[in-house]
């Protein structure tokens, strides 16, 4: 793994589960089985006669799972590689002012 899948990957954990059943829905990179399910879970998460305060472990380890395969990795998370000098004939000092002018 590298520092970008990290990171995801703890913002996913620290996710409540709401938040991260939205999350995945919002993807729509859903087979229709897990859809329905995770429909079902959420469904459950806002029902107030539903006694279930929150996912079980093996639903949260699921969505989880699920997540780290749809959710995308942000840019400002992946680490810029180390920094080159330009060589000299890209250099702005080097290249010209004006472009070529027009054959005749």
């Known amino acids: 793994m590298n520092l970008a899948e990290d990171k995801r990957n703890a913002r996913i954990e620290a996710m409540d589960d709401g938040k991260l059943l939205e999350l995945v829905l919002e993807s729509g990179d859903l087979s229709d089985a897990e859809t329905h399910a995770f429909a079902d879970m959420r469904a459950g998460l806002i029902d107030p006669s539903d006694p279930r305060q929150g996912l079980s472990k ?6 989880e799972e699920v997540a780290r395969r749809v959710v995308p990795i942000r840019a400002e998370e992946v680490p810029r590689g180390r920094e080159v000098e330009s060589p000299a004939s890209l250099r702005p000092e080097n290249l010209p002012k004006l472009p070529p002018g027009r054959l005749r």
């Open 58 to 63: 093996r639903q949260r380890a699921w969505v």
